[in-house]
T-cell receptor, first 115, second 119 residues
Framework: AQSVTQLDSQVPVFEEAPVELRCNYS??????LFWYVQYPNQGLQLLLK??????LVKGINGFEAEFNKSQTSFHLRKPSVHISDTAEYFC?????????????FGTGTRLTIIP | NAGVMQNPRHLVRRRGQEARLRCSPM?????VYWYRQLPEEGLKFMVY????????ESGMPKERFSAEFPKEGPSILRIQQVVRGDSAAYFC?????????????????FGPGTRLTVL
């Protein structure tokens, strides 16, 4: 079975400062990795995904993440945050084989941008 | 192209009543997934369906919960005899079937959720 750990439940950051949201996963098989963003009272929106290839993936809204297989991590970064980035961020993992479609989510990190 | 639709957005039920949550997938999508988000927690997988077929229900509670995705119409998540612990946000996602192979991926597009409150 897969599991995802997001150690930071809340991260406050000043506007225009950089941010890193941490995600570690556990799996005995190859996986796909995702970051989703959830704005208040809305559904989840895909920020970026790692399927294969380059370990540095770029997503929407200026976010990027780096897959590190040896450390089983997939940390999300942004060099300069904006007020509009205030939201809940979820890391998720999916088995990389056909037929196993379910996503396993972490508990989320609430990012608060301080003006 | 309309996104995944869920209704109602908010549902209030008293203990012992039934709750029916509906999900209309994006046009052209043949797969539906249901997830539950308890307060202060991440989303937990419940069930994965194709039309007229349950593919994976490993996350569904053994009692009171059922799901269907008929040939025509939306997918329904049904909770019988609701209890306070069922209060949560229930999200539906849909995906197309892109194809099989050694490496493939069906992106799941999420709806806005139904927030169920049990009094």
């Amino acid at each position: 079975a897969q599991s995802v750990t997001q150690l930071d439940s809340q991260v406050p950051v000043f506007e225009e400062a950089p941010v890193e949201l941490r995600c570690n996963y556990s799996s005995s098989v190859s996986v796909y990795l995702f970051w989703y963003v959830q704005y208040p009272n809305q559904g989840l929106q895909l920020l970026l995904k790692y399927l294969s290839g380059s370990t540095l993936v770029k997503g929407i809204n200026g976010f990027e993440a780096e897959f590190n297989k040896s450390q089983t991590s997939f940390h999300l970064r942004k060099p300069s945050v904006h007020i509009s980035d205030t939201a809940e961020y979820f890391c998720a993992v999916k088995r990389g084989d056909f037929g196993n479609e379910k996503l396993t989510f972490g508990t989320g990190t609430r990012l608060t941008i301080i003006p | 192209n309309a996104g995944v639709m869920q209704n109602p957005r908010h549902l209030v039920r008293r203990r012992g009543q039934e709750a029916r949550l509906r999900c209309s997938p994006m046009k052209g999508h043949s797969h539906v997934y249901w997830y539950r988000q308890l307060p202060e927690e991440g989303l937990k997988f419940m069930v994965y369906l194709q039309k007229e077929n349950i593919i994976d229900e490993s996350g569904m509670p053994k009692e009171r919960f059922s799901a269907e995705f008929p040939k025509e119409g939306p997918s329904i998540l049904r909770i019988q005899q609701v209890v306070r612990g069922d209060s949560a946000a229930y999200f539906c996602a849909s995906s197309p079937l892109v194809g099989q192979g050694t490496r493939y991926y069906n992106e799941q597009f999420f709806g806005p959720g139904t927030r169920l409150t049990v009094l």
